[in-house]
Nanobody, 125 residues
Framework: QLQLVESGGGLVQPGGSLRLSCRAS????????IGWFRQAPGKEREGVSC???????KYADSVKGRFTISRDNAQNTVYLQMNSLKPEDTAVYYC???????????????????WGQGTQVTVSS
């Protein structure tokens, strides 16, 4: 069974950090582009960051300079390091996998075939 599982969410104060993990089971991530998305209450799901199989990275303007995406193919895991967190980063964060060319990643939800169940990130004092 193909599955993505996110972990690492939680409650953090503004200015704090969290590292989210996205681990795959039932398939290997190394040939997939992986995206991180988030959805806040009452809002549409939006792309946060993505990394292609050849490690091309993209970030939403709202997180540039604060978030870093990386992948560890040996661990079959993709990470999202989130620093300098703000209350507006509060959302459920999802990872997703897409079969794209090696130099391509996308922040369009429709291009992704496999999704995790999400992990809650709350930034509040």
């Amino acid at each position: 069974q193909l599955q993505l599982v996110e972990s690492g969410g939680g409650l953090v104060q503004p200015g704090g950090s969290l590292r989210l993990s996205c681990r795959a089971s039932g398939f290997t991530l190394d040939s997939y582009a992986i995206g991180w998305f988030r959805q806040a209450p009452g809002k549409e799901r939006e792309g946060v960051s993505c990394i292609s199989s050849l490690r091309i990275r993209k970030y939403a303007d709202s997180v540039k300079g604060r978030f870093t995406i990386s992948r560890d193919n040996a661990q079959n895991t993709v990470y999202l390091q989130m620093n300098s967190l703000k209350p507006e980063d509060t959302a459920v964060y999802y990872c997703a996998a897409a079969s794209l060319d090696g130099w391509v990643c996308s922040q369009d939800t429709y291009k992704y075939n496999y999704w995790g169940q999400g992990t809650q990130v709350t930034v509040s004092s």
